[in-house]
C-alpha cells in the first residue's frame, strides 16, 4: 500500500514542545498508536505512513495544538485518550471538554473536566435534581461531585454539604476495628475528607465543620431525616441494599441536590444481597429529573496503567461469564 505525507503546522516553538512531550514521548507514543513515522521540520509535523492513519494522526495533532492554544498541559494521559477519541472520529472533541471550569481549588488551580464522560457527567449534575455518576475507579465520580458541592456552597446555592457513605468492610468487621463509631467509620469517608480539603484549605474545612455547614456520617444516619437546601453526596453507592438505596433518595428535600456515584464491579455486600446502585439504575431509568451516567475505562483520569488494569479486569470478567454459560449450555444438552 502506498505511503502519503501530510503537514501540520504548528506556529510557535512553545507549542510544538509541548506536543512532542518530555523527550518526545508524546509524539512517541503517537507513531507508536498509530504506526507512523513523524517527522519535525522547523515548526512542522511532517506525518508519512498509511493514509488513514495519517489522517488520524493529524486530527490527533492539530486537537494536541488546540488543546496547547488555551493553555491547557498536554501530557502522555491527553494524548493517550485523544488517540482514543480519534479511533471513534471524535479527536475535536478533546478541546470541547477542557473549555469549562468545574471549580477552583482554595490555592485558585482550576478544576476541569478531563474526558467526554466526566463532562457529561458534569452537565448531569448541574442540570438534574439527582445524578447517577457509575463507572470505574480513577474516573473522578468522587472527586468531581465533592468540587461541585462546594460551588454550590459558595455561590449560596446549597446551605450545607452532606456527604455519607455506607459501613460496608471490604473483607473486615467493624466491631473488631478500635475505638469509637467515628473512628471506626473514618477510614471509609477519609476519600471524601481529602477532596473537600484540597478544594477548601485545611482551616476552613475545620471552621465549616465545627459549625455544621459540612457533614460527614455513615449512611444509617440518614434515616428519618428530610435533607432540604443541601448538597447530598453519596459515595461507594454499590454497597447499599435495595432499601438503603429507597430510603436515601427519598430523603430529598426542596431545593436540595444528590449525586449517587459507585462502581458496579467492586460490591461488598454479603452474598444474597443485590446491590441497590444496580437496582436503581434499572428502576429510574427515564425519570424526569434524573441522570444516570455511565463512565467507563476511557474516563479514567489516574496513571494510565489503572485504564489497562480495569480493562484487564473486564474482560476477565467476560471471559468467566462466557465459561458459566456456556457450561450452563452444556448441562442442559447433556439432561
Not at 458534569?122 to 445524578?131: A, W
Not at 480513577?138 to 465533592?146: D, W
Not at 469517608?189 to 457533614?215: F, N, V, W
Request: with cysteine; charged share 25%; aromatic share 6%.
Amino acid at each position: 500500500m502506498n505511503n502519503t505525507v501530510k503537514k501540520v503546522e504548528a506556529d510557535s516553538l512553545d507549542k510544538l514542545q509541548k506536543i512532542l512531550g518530555s523527550f518526545d514521548e508524546n509524539l512517541n507514543v503517537i507513531m507508536r498508536a498509530l504506526s507512523v513515522i513523524v517527522r519535525v521540520e522547523g515548526l512542522t509535523f511532517v506525518i508519512e505512513g498509511e493514509e488513514e492513519r495519517v489522517s488520524t494522526a493529524v486530527s490527533v495533532i492539530e486537537s494536541l495544538l488546540a488543546l496547547a492554544e488555551i493553555g491547557e498541559t498536554v501530557d502522555r494521559g491527553r494524548v493517550e485518550y485523544c488517540l482514543e477519541l480519534a479511533s471513534e472520529g471524535k479527536a475535536s472533541d478533546i478541546t470541547k471538554i477542557s473549555s469549562d471550569t468545574v471549580a477552583i481549588t482554595y490555592r485558585g488551580k482550576p478544576i476541569k473536566s478531563k474526558t467526554v464522560g466526566q463532562k457529561k457527567y458534569v452537565d448531569s449534575i448541574k442540570k438534574d435534581s439527582i445524578t447517577f455518576g457509575i463507572g470505574p475507579a480513577g474516573t473522578g465520580k468522587t472527586y468531581l461531585a465533592v468540587c461541585l458541592a462546594v460551588q454550590a456552597f459558595k455561590s449560596k446555592q446549597a446551605d450545607k454539604i452532606i456527604l455519607t457513605r455506607p459501613a460496608v468492610e471490604a473483607g473486615e468487621k467493624l466491631g473488631f476495628l478500635p475505638g469509637d463509631l467515628q473512628t471506626k467509620v473514618d477510614p471509609y469517608l477519609r476519600p471524601l475528607y481529602d477532596a473537600l480539603q484540597e478544594m477548601l484549605g485545611l482551616e476552613t474545612y475545620t471552621k465549616l465543620m465545627e459549625r455544621g455547614s459540612i457533614e460527614i456520617a455513615p449512611l444509617a444516619y440518614m434515616r428519618g431525616r428530610t435533607l432540604s437546601n443541601a448538597f447530598v453526596i453519596l459515595d461507594e453507592a454499590q454497597n447499599t441494599t435495595r432499601e438503603q438505596m429507597k430510603m436515601f433518595l427519598t430523603r430529598l428535600g426542596d431545593g436540595s441536590k444528590m449525586v449517587i456515584t459507585g462502581d458496579v464491579t467492586q460490591v461488598d455486600l454479603p452474598d444474597g444481597k443485590s446491590s441497590g446502585l444496580e437496582h436503581a439504575s434499572a428502576v429510574l431509568k427515564g425519570v424526569e429529573g434524573i441522570g444516570i451516567i455511565y463512565l467507563t475505562d476511557k474516563d479514567v483520569v489516574r496513571n494510565p496503567l489503572v485504564m489497562k488494569i480495569v480493562r484487564a479486569y473486564e474482560q476477565d470478567g467476560k471471559r468467566r461469564s462466557n465459561f458459566a454459560d456456556g457450561n450452563k449450555t452444556d448441562s442442559k444438552t447433556n439432561s
